[in-house]
T-cell receptor, first 113, second 112 residues
Framework: QKEVEQDPGPLSVPEGAIVSLNCTYS??????FMWYRQYSRKGPELLMY????GNKEDGRFTAQVDKSSKYISLFIRDSQPSDSATYLC?????????????FGTGTRLQVTL | EAQVTQNPRYLITVTGKKLTVTCSQN?????MSWYRQDPGLGLRQIYY???????DKGDVPEGYKVSRKEKRNFPLILESPSPNQTSLYFC???????????FGSGTRLTVV
């Protein structure tokens, strides 16, 4: 079983829809949670970063962490065609002298006109 | 502009021919890492470095070498590439533990 599970999609939604992207994880040692966006032929770029359980909002994006359920979500409101990309969840656990960053496999999102 | 620069962007090589992919960051980041990205497997860490002269294995280090002689540079070396190392490679850097990475634009490597 993978440490981080993410539905690969693809997910296709019409412009203006609310998008929900999710990841589950099995290791309770994960402390930091991130969402990256990756456009085709580009490197991932950091979108949202959270530490604690609860919600964090940044413009049209909301990141949600539920540590008790080992579940994180990214919501995109009023989705735009420019949001079409692959979204990767990522999590960090610190092992004392090092930190290990583990990625989900990514969900491909297509926002259509 | 703050960035991570990888070269080359695309590389086709033959089995067994040594190659180096360069990575440089201009943000004075302590932490650097190499990942490979494969369909269905996502991003997997190859090697990481917490500071100059300090490197350690990630999840898939076999067949790769790295060095960190200067803070800004972290080259990835394939001494004897094989076709199963055909992949998309990313270099990334971070200010420290528990902080998000800045990624380079990637190097698409094909080994024939």
């Amino acid at each position: 079983q993978k440490e981080v599970e993410q539905d690969p999609g693809p997910l296709s939604v019409p412009e203006g829809a609310i998008v929900s992207l999710n990841c589950t994880y099995s290791n309770s040692a994960f402390q930091y949670f991130m969402w990256y966006r990756q456009y085709s032929r580009k490197g991932p770029e950091l979108l949202m970063y959270t530490y604690s359980s609860g919600n964090k909002e940044d413009g049209r994006f909301t990141a949600q962490v539920d540590k008790s359920s080992k579940y994180i979500s990214l919501f995109i409101r009023d989705s735009q065609p420019s949001d079409s990309a692959t979204y990767l969840c990522a999590m960090i656990r610190n092992t004392g002298t090092a930190s290990k960053l583990t990625f989900g496999t990514g969900t491909r999102l297509q926002v259509t006109l | 502009e703050a960035q991570v620069t990888q070269n080359p962007r695309y590389l086709i090589t033959v089995t067994g021919k040594k190659l180096t992919v360069t990575c440089s960051q201009n943000m004075n980041h302590e932490y650097m890492s190499w990942y490979r990205q494969d369909p269905g497997l996502g991003l997997r860490q190859i090697y990481y470095s917490m500071n100059v002269e300090v490197t350690d294995k990630g999840d898939v280090p076999e067949g790769y070498k790295v060095s960190r002689k200067e803070k800004r540079n972290f080259p990835l070396i394939l001494e004897s590439p094989s076709p199963n190392q055909t992949s998309l490679y990313f270099c990334a850097s971070s200010l420290g533990l528990g902080i998000g990475y800045t990624f380079g634009s990637g190097t698409r490597l094909t080994v024939v």
